[in-house]
């Protein structure tokens, strides 16, 4: 069976893993070819054809049948043993795990032979011993890292009884893993744990005293999975209203966390989860009420050898500036200095230079006081100098060029400026490097520059009537 996937762009065919096997044992009985020699033309083939072989086992399927078949059977052997002896059923877990590690397609074989059900038999009665549940939940993880369709009510319940148990940090951070690569790329998973009561499980986690930096990273990367929008089975997300139900319910906590926590690797999963969460004007108010922009603050200045959380303050203070009040706020707290120290700090490289430009036009949009403090602090010798740098990178030149449009908007007395440092010339050139790909972006910056630009009218009316 053949089939075809994807966008009208990106087609891509596939088959399954019943039609690569009947190829094989084709070759071997009509062509008399040796089992090697049976697979390598069948890979051929499909391959000269253009069918993606990814989710496909490219092995002799009755030798790993056996394999697998023979290490679930052990696994369901030692489940049937009221007794569960942790050394012979951890043994059968990590037996079943190195399986399931070993691509897509092992997996997805695993999945057909009931792989998923057993595994939560397991984990039912292993009543939270966490010597038995964590290496349960490894393989669950491990199973459903790119098949995510398993998760059933079942899993669900056993996802939410867990979290709710108080077995210790590394039981609560595997659970929540588990949730995580269940959200990826499935959009029904992530309603189901939203009408389950997910997002009531996590604040309480995040609001325990003693709660520990690994539980607060796998918390964040479960809420930023909330909230992706990445299933294109799914015309219509929900998206937006999860990342809103997570701010109401978590986001001031998580800017608390932000004063109790000041490892990097804490500190760069709150930020990301801040950022993702800023979908509403009310939350970024909400969120320089709680302090939150001294902390932002903070973490620039205090650790600007670190790309990634710099990166990181960067998309957050990008995402704040969508409310006007808190990006005029930003601006008289001296941020203006920071983005700028920022994009020199990393020049060299592409995305920080094209976060930092990004940042820039955000905080200017609609504001020239700010468009002034950051040409006070260099902004426009820094831009640049990045376009310089970066000349062959369209996405910092057409950010660069947005940064310059949004700067001098609404003040003219900035051009000056940006022409004596060669400004014109600098976005001329990206002009001829780059045409139509970042052709708008770069004659908007010149217009606003009042340079002589010629700008093409895309559509113009023909007079006549309306019917």
């Not at 009985?29 to 069918?51: H, I, K, N, T, Y």
């Amino acid at each position: 069976m053949c089939g075809v996937l994807g966008t009208d762009e990106t087609m891509v065919r596939v088959i399954t893993q019943e039609t690569f096997d009947d190829v094989v044992k084709e070759n071997i009985e009509d062509f008399d070819m040796s089992p090697e020699e049976a697979l390598q033309d069948a890979v051929q083939q499909f391959e000269a054809q253009g069918v993606d072989l990814d989710n496909i086992i490219k092995e002799v399927m009755n030798k790993v049948t056996e394999s697998v078949s023979q290490k679930l059977s052990s696994l369901l052997e030692s489940i049937n043993n009221h007794s569960l002896e942790e050394d012979r059923l951890t043994q059968a877990l990590n037996d079943l795990q190195l399986e399931c590690d070993k691509d897509l397609a092992h997996k997805m074989l695993a999945g057909k032979m009931g792989c998923y059900g057993a595994l939560l038999d397991v984990l039912e009665r292993s009543d939270t011993n966490i010597h038995i549940a964590e290496p349960v939940l490894s393989v669950l993880t491990s199973l459903m890292t790119g098949q995510p369709d398993l998760l059933d009510e079942r899993g669900i319940g056993q996802m939410m009884r867990l979290l709710g148990a108080k077995q210790g940090a590394g039981l609560q951070a595997k659970v929540l893993g588990w949730a995580r690569e269940c959200c990826l790329k499935h959009e029904k998973n992530r309603q189901d744990l939203i009408k389950h009561g997910v997002v009531a499980q996590l604040k309480v986690l995040l609001e325990q005293d003693d709660v520990l930096s690994p539980v607060v990273r796998s918390v964040c990367a479960l809420m930023r999975a909330l909230v992706l929008d990445d299933d294109i089975r799914v015309v219509f997300g929900l998206a937006h209203e999860h990342a809103r139900k997570l701010a109401e319910e978590t986001l001031v906590t998580l800017i608390n966390l932000t004063k109790k926590f000041k490892d990097k690797e804490t500190m760069s999963e709150l930020l990301m989860t801040l950022s993702a969460l800023m979908v509403r004007s009310e939350f970024c108010q909400r969120f320089q009420e709680a302090g939150g922009l001294k902390f932002l603050m903070d973490v620039l200045a205090e650790f600007p050898e670190s790309e990634r959380l710099t990166r990181h303050c960067l998309s957050l203070i990008k995402g704040l500036a969508g409310d006007d009040d808190v990006k005029a706020r930003m601006g008289a707290a001296g941020i203006a200095p920071l983005i700028v120290l920022a994009m020199n700090n990393y020049k060299q490289s592409a995305s920080l230079a094209a976060a930092a430009s990004a940042c820039m036009a955000a905080i200017t949009l609609r504001s020239p006081a700010n468009s002034k403090s950051l040409v006070e602090a260099g902004a426009a010798e820094a831009i640049l100098e990045t376009m310089k740098t970066h000349q062959n990178d369209v996405i910092v030149q057409k950010q660069c060029s947005w940064a310059i449009r949004n700067i001098v908007s609404r003040d003219r007395s900035l051009n000056n400026t940006f022409l004596s440092l060669g400004a014109e010339e600098l976005l001329q050139e990206a002009l001829k490097r780059h045409g139509s790909n970042c052709e708008y972006d770069i004659k908007s910056a010149l217009r606003d520059l009042e340079c002589e630009v010629e700008l093409i009218e895309r559509w113009t009316g023909k007079g006549g009537a309306l019917n």
